[in-house]
T-cell receptor, first 109, second 113 residues
Framework: GENVEQHPSTLSVQEGDSAVIKCTYSDSASNYFPWYKQELGKRPQLIIDIRSNVGEKKDQRIAVTLNKTAKHFSLHITETQPEDSAVYFC????????FGAGTRLFVKA | KAGVTQTPRYLIKTRGQQVTLSCSPI?????VSWYQQTPGQGLQFLFEYFSETQRNKGNFPGRFSGRQFSNSRSEMNVSTLELGDSALYLC????????????FGSGTRLTVV
């Protein structure tokens, strides 16, 4: 069946460094790729998204890239801050919505 | 505008009982999806409703069911509760299906004892 693989499962970086989380999807019908951030004890929140007709999108310190041919997309966070510490989920959406397993990001001050 | 509202926020039930959870989506959103989240686990898809029709269903036993009303509000029901059903149940609404981001509710934390 369709799935989304997300790596790494845990990521620890020093404050100010960059963090990259990668996802690979299998469903060719997927055409929308959102990223969600879930802080401890809170609901997941949409932080950035990209559609299949776009290769890259930026919003301040975060960016997402999409390679449709390879079926993978990545989240890039630059100049990380302690408040970026959270679990990040990627998703591939089309007729179905499939989430990755999540990446726990720790930003050390 | 008001966010996604889930009720109740917390629930404690006894094994074997049944439970109904409610979700009111953002006004104008016609798609409602339900997810189960256990500690340290990801988001396990339960079902998706659009305009009162179930569009997709995850790999959960038949004890899990749901429905959507004409005003887009949705309910999910779990019958014959098991200890393993203890989890955070999240509802998410979106404008449509497939190419719109979700807005999640705060969830209902269900504990089965």
């Amino acid at each position: 069946g369709e799935n989304v693989e997300q790596h790494p499962s845990t990521l620890s970086v020093q404050e100010g460094d960059s963090a990259v989380i990668k996802c690979t999807y299998s469903d060719s019908a997927s055409n929308y790729f959102p990223w969600y951030k879930q802080e401890l004890g809170k609901r997941p929140q949409l932080i950035i998204d990209i559609r299949s007709n776009v290769g890259e999108k930026k919003d301040q310190r975060i960016a997402v890239t999409l390679n449709k041919t390879a079926k993978h997309f990545s989240l890039h966070i630059t100049e990380t801050q302690p408040e970026d510490s959270a679990v990040y989920f990627c998703a591939a959406m089309g007729f179905k919505t499939i989430f990755g397993a999540g990446t726990r990001l720790f930003v050390k001050a | 505008k008001a966010g996604v509202t889930q009720t109740p926020r917390y629930l404690i039930k006894t094994r074997g009982q049944q439970v109904t959870l409610s979700c009111s989506p953002i006004s104008g959103h016609r798609s409602v999806s339900w997810y189960q989240q256990t500690p340290g686990q990801g988001l396990q898809f339960l079902f998706e409703y659009f305009s009162e029709t179930q569009r997709n269903k995850g790999n959960f036993p038949g004890r899990f069911s749901g429905r959507q009303f004409s005003n887009s509000r949705s309910e999910m029901n779990v019958s014959t509760l098991e200890l393993g059903d203890s989890a955070l149940y999240l509802c998410a609404s979106s404008q449509g299906q497939g190419t719109y981001g979700y807005t999640f509710g705060s969830g209902t934390r269900l504990t089965v004892v």
